[in-house]
């Protein structure tokens, strides 16, 4: 094409006849129109999006904000936790965690739309069962012991024993009842359970998705669309233009959860024709409200709860608080389309941003379980006597987590914020408790006992095996304990401050998409760059298709004006190897 065009502006620029000149400058206005109309057709405009990839990754590399932290359900964490999806008890305890440790904010780019069956209480089936059922049979041994001691004594007259036996039954019918109970208390609700640790954690946010049909023929109920349509609205927003997305249908996230949430965003990501995401938008509306997108919405709390100013071509955030301190307004630009383009960090999606595997915080548990279990082993075994607390320790534990216990139960931040306190008292005292200081004094006694020379051969042998058992188990439990304070300080240092997304990265998963750096990018990261393209205002603007057209028209009639006294041979050739150097630039970069 360029070979011809050179020619027709050559030969205009060298003709004297009118009709030809006229005919050859003729095409010379058409032949660019031409291009550019070819280049609205969908299968030509891909030609337009592979130069704005190629002209992207020209582009200096935006650096990633250090507020922002992938929190991945990966396969290490499902090794150890067990067959993903998980029980929603097992992210709750995770919410627990991330407040504990300082988040500011928690995205689910997990959808929870539908509800999940009853799950275990851990505390009730651990702790309160068993005990009540000990308790109960002693009470029942109990009795039947004392009216054959009685009766044995004649202190209760033989006729009047049916008596005593009709009372007995009565008494253990109730308790069979309240075994009962106990034993339903064991069920528990994993829905309710997430959502009231989305509460005392406070800043938890969900998805509400749109989609263009109606909310009857979604999954999930009328009431979670409606509690969204009345919970979730996209907060401070002064909407000036109409240029706005609109979906009918709800697909909210379960009451629940959703009572509890601090909020709720659509995960909807648009893909341009070629497959590639590069762009997202902000806002949407179902026709009855107008919502952020996923990561947009915790966003806005995150800086300050800005006044949110839509216009055709932009979306002001007055009076944002940075995270560095500073106040100030961020204008995000959006295209014709209303989208904002994404700045892409120019990595795969193992290299951007920090990440951090699930099994990290989920090992806390086990690391915490392990500790307990041998703290009671050394308990019974006496062996932390050489400590004032030492003997304590395991009923302190017992007394932290009655206080989790209610802390669900009654829905209370400030019981959350007692236990947090307890916790953390509890977890000194054991470093106290387990120092080498406490292990000397058990073992002093024994090499005390060791010392009289009357002692038998036996003692002696059964003291130097249990010193040996002492100082083992005691090293063991302290080796425990030295492994969960190292982790929970490493866990401290990645969620303090941070704004986490959460999402599946695991090797099954289908969540995945293709951006102009990554063909096969966890669509987690998606959300991640979008809030870091915002916090580091580092955006993309897309001028007018108009803008592209006039470029279009100079560059050939420069490229033109050049090749007109080349032969054509040349032309070809240099046309050739422009396109071929711009094929090699993409592929190299």
């Given at each position: 094409?360029?070979?011809?065009?050179?020619?027709?502006?050559?030969?205009?620029?060298?003709?004297?006849?009118?009709?030809?000149?006229?005919?050859?400058?003729?095409?010379?206005?058409?032949?660019?129109?031409?291009?550019?109309?070819?280049?609205?057709?969908?299968?030509?405009?891909?030609?337009?999006?592979?130069?704005?990839?190629?002209?992207?990754?020209?582009?200096?590399?935006?650096?990633?904000?250090?507020?922002?932290?992938?929190?991945?359900?990966?396969?290490?964490?499902?090794?150890?936790?067990?067959?993903?999806?998980?029980?929603?008890?097992?992210?709750?305890?995770?919410?627990?965690?991330?407040?504990?440790?300082?988040?500011?904010?928690?995205?689910?780019?997990?959808?929870?739309?539908?509800?999940?069956?009853?799950?275990?209480?851990?505390?009730?089936?651990?702790?309160?069962?068993?005990?009540?059922?000990?308790?109960?049979?002693?009470?029942?041994?109990?009795?039947?012991?004392?009216?054959?001691?009685?009766?044995?004594?004649?202190?209760?007259?033989?006729?009047?024993?049916?008596?005593?036996?009709?009372?007995?039954?009565?008494?253990?019918?109730?308790?069979?009842?309240?075994?009962?109970?106990?034993?339903?208390?064991?069920?528990?609700?994993?829905?309710?359970?997430?959502?009231?640790?989305?509460?005392?954690?406070?800043?938890?946010?969900?998805?509400?998705?749109?989609?263009?049909?109606?909310?009857?023929?979604?999954?999930?109920?009328?009431?979670?669309?409606?509690?969204?349509?009345?919970?979730?609205?996209?907060?401070?927003?002064?909407?000036?233009?109409?240029?706005?997305?609109?979906?009918?249908?709800?697909?909210?996230?379960?009451?629940?959860?959703?009572?509890?949430?601090?909020?709720?965003?659509?995960?909807?990501?648009?893909?341009?024709?070629?497959?590639?995401?590069?762009?997202?938008?902000?806002?949407?509306?179902?026709?009855?409200?107008?919502?952020?997108?996923?990561?947009?919405?915790?966003?806005?709390?995150?800086?300050?709860?800005?006044?949110?100013?839509?216009?055709?071509?932009?979306?002001?955030?007055?009076?944002?608080?940075?995270?560095?301190?500073?106040?100030?307004?961020?204008?995000?630009?959006?295209?014709?389309?209303?989208?904002?383009?994404?700045?892409?960090?120019?990595k795969k999606f193992d290299y951007t941003f920090r990440?951090?595997?699930?099994?990290?915080?989920?090992?806390?548990?086990?690391?915490?379980?392990?500790?307990?279990?041998?703290?009671?082993?050394?308990?019974?075994?006496?062996?932390?006597?050489?400590?004032?607390?030492?003997?304590?320790?395991?009923?302190?534990?017992?007394?932290?987590?009655?206080?989790?216990?209610?802390?669900?139960?009654?829905?209370?931040?400030?019981?959350?914020?007692?236990?947090?306190?307890?916790?953390?008292?509890?977890?000194?005292?054991?470093?106290?408790?387990?120092?080498?200081?406490?292990?000397?004094?058990?073992t002093s006694r024994i090499d005390e006992l060791l010392?009289?020379?009357?002692?038998?051969?036996?003692?002696?042998?059964?003291?130097?095996?249990?010193?040996?058992?002492?100082?083992?188990?005691?090293?063991?439990?302290?080796?425990?304990?030295?492994?969960?304070?190292?982790?929970?300080?490493?866990?401290?240092?990645?969620?303090?401050?941070?704004?986490?997304?959460?999402?599946?990265?695991?090797?099954?998963?289908?969540?995945?998409?293709?951006?102009?750096?990554?063909?096969?990018?966890?669509?987690?990261?998606?959300?991640?760059?979008?809030?870091?393209?915002?916090?580091?205002?580092?955006?993309?603007?897309?001028l007018p298709y108009s803008y592209s057209l006039i470029?279009?028209?100079?560059?050939?009639?420069?490229?033109?004006?050049?090749?007109?006294?080349?032969?054509?041979?040349?032309?070809?050739?240099?046309?050739?190897?422009?396109?071929?150097?711009?094929?090699?630039?993409?592929?190299?970069?």
């Amino acid at each position: 094409i360029e070979t011809f065009y050179s020619y027709c502006i050559g030969h205009a620029m060298k003709t004297t006849n009118k009709k030809d000149f006229a005919i050859h400058w003729l095409i010379c206005l058409l032949l660019p129109a031409l291009v550019s109309l070819l280049l609205m057709v969908p299968r030509f405009l891909h030609i337009d999006l592979a130069i704005y990839d190629t002209l992207l990754r020209l582009r200096p590399a935006i650096p990633e904000n250090q507020a922002i932290l992938l929190l991945n359900v990966d396969d290490d964490s499902i090794s150890r936790v067990g067959t993903w999806p998980w029980n929603r008890s097992v992210l709750a305890d995770g919410l627990l965690h991330l407040g504990e440790f300082g988040a500011r904010a928690a995205v689910f780019d997990i959808e929870y739309i539908d509800p999940s069956p009853l799950g275990v209480s851990p505390e009730i089936l651990q702790l309160e069962y068993p005990q009540k059922l000990m308790d109960t049979f002693e009470s029942i041994e109990s009795d039947i012991s004392s009216l054959f001691s009685a009766l044995a004594n004649e202190m209760i007259p033989i006729e009047e024993a049916n008596d005593f036996v009709t009372r007995l039954n009565e008494i253990n019918q109730a308790r069979q009842q309240n075994l009962l109970s106990a034993a339903q208390a064991i069920a528990r609700d994993n829905d309710a359970y997430h959502g009231k640790a989305a509460g005392l954690f406070g800043k938890a946010y969900y998805t509400v998705t749109l989609l263009p049909v109606d909310d009857e023929q979604l999954p999930g109920t009328a009431a979670a669309a409606e509690f969204a349509r009345q919970n979730f609205a996209a907060p401070g927003l002064n909407l000036q233009t109409e240029n706005i997305t609109r979906h009918p249908g709800i697909q909210a996230v379960i009451e629940p959860i959703a009572r509890h949430a601090a909020g709720a965003g659509f995960p909807n990501v648009p893909i341009d024709s070629d497959g590639v995401r590069r762009r997202v938008e902000l806002l949407q509306t179902d026709g009855q409200q107008y919502y952020a997108q996923l990561v947009f919405r915790p966003l806005l709390d995150f800086l300050g709860k800005p006044e949110v100013i839509a216009e055709d071509r932009q979306i002001k955030l007055v009076n944002a608080r940075l995270p560095n301190g500073q106040t100030q307004d961020i204008n995000i630009p959006r295209s014709d389309d209303g989208r904002m383009l994404i700045n892409w960090p120019p990595k795969k999606f193992d290299y951007t941003f920090r990440q951090m595997s699930y099994s990290m915080i989920y090992t806390l548990h086990q690391y915490e379980a392990e500790l307990v279990y041998n703290l009671e082993a050394l308990t019974e075994a006496r062996f932390l006597i050489g400590h004032p607390i030492g003997m304590e320790l395991v009923d302190w534990y017992l007394d932290v987590q009655e206080i989790r216990k209610d802390m669900i139960d009654q829905d209370s931040r400030e019981l959350y914020a007692e236990y947090l306190a307890e916790k953390e008292a509890w977890l000194l005292a054991a470093e106290e408790v387990l120092s080498p200081e406490t292990l000397d004094a058990f073992t002093s006694r024994i090499d005390e006992l060791l010392e009289n020379p009357d002692l038998p051969q036996e003692l002696q042998l059964q003291y130097h095996g249990v010193r040996s058992i002492a100082i083992d188990q005691f090293n063991e439990t302290r080796t425990i304990l030295i492994e969960l304070l190292e982790q929970r300080k490493k866990v401290r240092e990645e969620i303090s401050d941070s704004l986490i997304i959460i999402g599946w990265t695991g090797v099954s998963t289908t969540d995945i998409g293709v951006n102009p750096f990554d063909e096969s990018y966890m669509n987690v990261g998606t959300h991640a760059a979008v809030a870091n393209t915002i916090l580091e205002q580092q955006f993309l603007q897309e001028l007018p298709y108009s803008y592209s057209l006039i470029a279009l028209f100079g560059c050939m009639i420069l490229a033109g004006l050049i090749l007109r006294k080349a032969a054509a041979k040349t032309s070809a050739l240099a046309g050739f190897a422009i396109i071929l150097l711009m094929l090699t630039a993409d592929w190299a970069l």
